[in-house]
Structure formats: C-alpha cells, structure tokens
C-alpha cells in the first residue's frame, strides 16, 4: 500500500503537525512555510492531503485559507474538517530573566492576560508559528515562548508553565485540503464561495433559502473582492451534505439569484484531540 503524503502548515512541531500526525498517523510528513504554499502542492500533487488552520477561537479567521478558497485559486477541495484543543505552554531558560516572549499572534491575543499578569514588562515580539516563536527562544537566554510543550525537547527549552491558563477555551479549526476533487460518504458539513447581487436584501433572501430547508448555518466569513469596490464574497458553513435533499434543494434556489456559487468540499468533521 502506497503511503500517504500529508504536506502542513510548518516547520515541525507546529500545531498543524500535531493535528495532522494524529490525524493521519504514521502518513509521509511534508512542512511547507505557508498556507499558500501546502495548498499549491496539493493542487500539483494529486491524492496528497494537506493540513491548514480556517479559524481559531479566539483570534478568528484564517485570512489566508478564506481568500484562497474564495479565490480558487490554487484549485483546492475540502476533504475533511479537524479541531485541537491547544494547551499553550511556556517555554524559556530556567534561572534566567525573561525579557522578551515569542509567539504568533493568536497566542499572543489569547492569553494577553495571563501575560499581563505574570509577565509584566516584558516585550511581546510576533512569530510566523509557536514552532519559529520556540526556536528563536532556544537562541536567547533571556527569551520565552508561548507554544506547545512538545517543543521544549525539541528546541532545549524548559516548561517553566503549563497550561497557560485562559478562561477562554483555545480551539483551532483545521481543514483537510486536496487538488481532487471528492466528496466522502460520511459527509456532515458543506463549504460554499458565494459571490451575491449588490443589491438590498441579496443576503438575506440567501438566508431565507437555508432557514425554509432547516439548514443550521455554522460559519459566514465576508472578504472583500479585489479590485472591486464595497462588494464582497462570502464563505457560508452549511449544516448537512451537499447531497443531502434539503441541502440540495436550497442550493439550487439560491443558484438562481447568486453571481457565482461553488462547493468548496462536502466533508466530514472529525473529534476534536487534544494537544
């Protein structure tokens, strides 16, 4: 049997390879250094998988994989949607005076108070990922990161805290990306790139549409069209597989009033792990 080539968001040690190894286990790892970039080698490579971060709950959308769905461009399809309860820990020099701490920037803002609490006075600098955030900790003394504890081997780092703790649950939401396009048998969730009338109404008449078929909408994220002015597309989260009837009938009635409209994946959801 052919192994399975999984490409993420990296470098090691990323939460996007903690999700994918338990995921896909023992699958052929491939660290890419952006979205951009897993979703174009999955667009050349076809039958690999890629693993990349839609939305946290703190932070919010994940631009970068909206707009690339939105644009289709590369052409990828959503095969999958997997969650992880990230526990962020500190990480640093034991015996040594933290003065600067790394981490992306979704850290950064959800555990702002635990970092106002514990670390106060000390310069919060942005990272690409927790993953670079731990390296550059690992080459100053007087440098901490907030990132996995799985890093501190990795990088010779202590866990001087963990959990950092939050009153707010830190769950990232990841999508499982394709260059062909497949639709599962277990499919639960279906993503749709709309682009509406500019028009009074245009939204939610598209809304009324999923509330007569009793469709729960579980994501509506607005981006802007570039290069036009004051219109925007929409990525919509539908409740139900794509060929599902109640699905099925509203997308067809909203076909008839919508610019564009496209199945970005008819996917199933998967539980959500720990990290």
């Known amino acids: 049997m052919t192994q399975q080539t999984v490409a993420f968001?990296?470098?090691l040690g990323t939460y996007s390879h903690l999700v994918a190894r338990k995921r896909f286990g023992k699958a052929h790892m491939i660290p890419l250094s952006s979205?951009?970039?897993?979703?174009?080698?999955?667009?050349?490579?076809?039958g690999t998988l890629g693993v990349i971060p839609i939305e946290n709950s703190s932070g919010g959308a994940i631009n970068e994989t909206i707009d690339i769905l939105l644009d289709n461009k590369p052409v990828i399809h959503i095969v999958?949607?997997?969650?992880?309860?990230?526990?962020?820990?500190?990480?640093?020099?034991?015996?040594?005076?933290?003065?600067?701490?790394?981490?992306?920037?979704?850290?950064?803002?959800?555990?702002?108070?635990w970092i106002a609490k514990n670390l106060k006075g000390v310069e919060k600098r942005e990272a690409a990922?927790?993953?670079?955030?731990?390296?550059?900790a690992a080459a100053d003394?007087?440098?901490?990161?907030?990132?996995?504890?799985?890093?501190?081997?990795q990088f010779g780092l202590d866990i001087l805290h963990f959990p950092v703790a939050s009153d707010i649950p830190n769950i990232t939401t990841f999508i499982v990306v394709t260059g062909k396009r497949d639709i599962p048998a277990d499919s639960v969730k279906t993503t749709l790139a709309i682009r509406l009338q500019n028009r009074p109404g245009s939204l939610y008449q598209f809304l009324g549409l999923l509330h007569t078929e009793g469709i729960n909408l579980s994501r509506l994220v607005s981006r802007p069209i570039r290069g036009v002015r004051?219109?925007?597309?929409?990525l919509v989260d539908l409740d139900g597989a794509a060929a599902s009837d109640g699905v099925r009938r509203a997308l067809e009635s909203a076909a008839k009033d919508c610019v564009s409209m496209r199945i970005c994946g008819s996917y199933p959801c998967h539980k959500t792990y720990k990290s």
């Open 9 to 11: 968001l990296g470098p």
């Open 230 to 234: 004051q219109e925007y597309a929409f």
């Open 141 to 153: 003394l007087h440098a901490a990161a907030l990132a996995s504890r799985n890093l501190a081997t």
């Open 129 to 136: 990922s927790t993953a670079a955030a731990a390296a550059m």
């Open 80 to 113: 999958g949607e997997l969650s992880l309860d990230v526990k962020l820990a500190h990480l640093g020099h034991k015996g040594f005076p933290v003065k600067r701490l790394y981490s992306h920037f979704v850290p950064l803002i959800h555990c702002s108070p």
């Open 35 to 46: 979205i951009l970039d897993v979703c174009t080698f999955v667009a050349k490579n076809k």
